[in-house]
């Protein structure tokens, strides 16, 4: 739905996400084509639904990784809570951990994370990045790769 703006935010801002609650916005890469592709497709990895994949250019500042097991427990956060059923919890009103943790990186000035993807069949090397701070220009800057214009301008196109 979003291919026409893929630096917007705004499915994740309006659905929410594992490292995002609904209201904000996020921006969530993966960082192998495999992992994109499993993460779109989530419960249906070997039964393909349309979609557009698109590469960043991507210079960030203040990123976080959550893969790495010191960093966790510097957080005082675990491996377990990242797996969290984040959308259950979500759905009974209950604030998901990563939700929390998330805030916390925000207040101390952090733009965004690497960590593993959750989704159906990835692996402890499927990485994603996501994002709450980016924009055209440095310190977190983002660029859609798109040397053809080959991306829809409009959500109707």
Do not use: H
Not at 42 to 63: H, R, S, W
Not at 85 to 100: D, F, N
Request: net charge positive; proline share 8%.
């Amino acid at each position: 739905m979003w291919a026409f703006d893929p630096l917007s935010g705004k499915g994740s801002k309006r659905y929410g996400g594992r490292f995002n609650p609904p209201k904000t916005s996020a921006l969530y890469t993966s960082l192998d084509l495999t992992t994109a592709w499993m993460e779109a497709q989530q419960g249906f990895p070997f039964k393909a639904q349309p979609m557009t994949l698109v590469a960043y250019e991507v210079d960030c500042t203040n990123i976080v990784d959550l893969n790495d097991p010191n960093t966790l427990s510097f957080l005082d956060f675990t491996s377990t809570e990242l797996a969290c059923a984040w959308e259950g919890l979500a759905s009974l009103k209950q604030e998901p951990p990563t939700w929390r943790l998330v805030s916390r990186l925000q207040s101390l000035g952090i733009s965004g994370i690497k960590c593993r993807s959750f989704a159906p069949g990835c692996t402890e090397q499927s990485l994603n990045l996501v994002l709450w701070k980016w924009s055209s220009i440095p310190p977190n800057s983002v660029r859609v790769v798109d040397d053809f214009k080959r991306l829809p301008k409009t959500k109707d196109s």
